[in-house]
Antibody, heavy 119, light 107 residues
């Protein structure tokens, strides 16, 4: 059974960057993607982008182009989400979620990481 | 970009049926996935590919997709079904899209 374990809460100042990690365990295949989904306080889910574990290729939602980076460390099976130029409206819980290449629903989610942007 | 429209809220009495709609342009051509999210928790998929249920999800949860509307139906609603529900698809450019979410209240 796959598990996704995320890094802890962060507090950042406006203009700074944040890097959140997502470690995958209990799943040996590489035929899957990791997406990042965020949820602002009291708001809905917002998809940010994906990383293909097998190739390292990425795809991002248009609104995050230029300030979102996704990388991975294959030896530790950890995926990283780096969001730059943070503003107060980036305050949210950030989730990583796993989806298959053909079974493209999010079948496993991380526990979420609260990122607070405040001066 | 592709837009999914859900009603903000649905109220239902215990034992009755709740229907949550998800509207999108020609949505029947896309695979729709539904997630349940309870306060303070990560979402959980309850229906995938329009009509399929993951193991462990009660048969009371079912889905359909036709024309411009996908629907999640919860039969014999229980107090534990009270949650936010989100539909999700992948658009033609490979971006993930979520509906705005529907809060289900059990009266």
């Amino acid at each position: 059974q796959a598990q996704l374990v995320q890094s802890g809460a962060e507090v950042k100042k406006p203009g700074a960057s944040v890097k959140v990690s997502c470690r995958v365990s209990g799943y040996t295949s590489t035929t899957y993607d990791i997406s990042w989904v965020r949820q602002a306080p009291g708001q809905g889910l917002e998809w940010m982008g994906w990383l293909n574990i097998n190739t390292g290729n990425t795809g991002f939602a248009e609104k995050f182009q230029g300030r979102l980076t996704m990388t991975q460390n294959t030896s530790t099976r950890t995926v990283y989400m780096d969001l730059s130029s943070l503003q107060s409206d980036d305050t949210a819980v950030y989730f990583c979620a796993k989806s298959g290449w053909t079974d493209n629903w999010f079948d496993t989610w991380g526990q979420g990481t609260l990122v607070t942007v405040s001066s | 970009s592709y837009v999914l429209t859900q009603p903000p809220s649905v109220s239902v009495a215990p034992g009755q049926t709740a229907k949550i709609t998800c509207g999108g342009d020609n949505i029947e051509t896309k695979g729709v996935h539904w997630y349940q999210q309870k306060p303070g928790q990560a979402p959980v998929v309850v229906v995938y590919d329009d009509v399929d249920r993951p193991s462990g999800i009660p048969e009371r949860f079912s889905g359909s997709n036709s024309g411009n509307t996908a629907t999640l139906t919860i039969a014999r609603v229980e107090a534990g079904d009270e949650a936010d529900y989100y539909c999700q698809v992948w658009d033609s450019s490979g971006e993930g899209v979520f509906g705005g979410g529907t809060k289900v209240t059990v009266l």
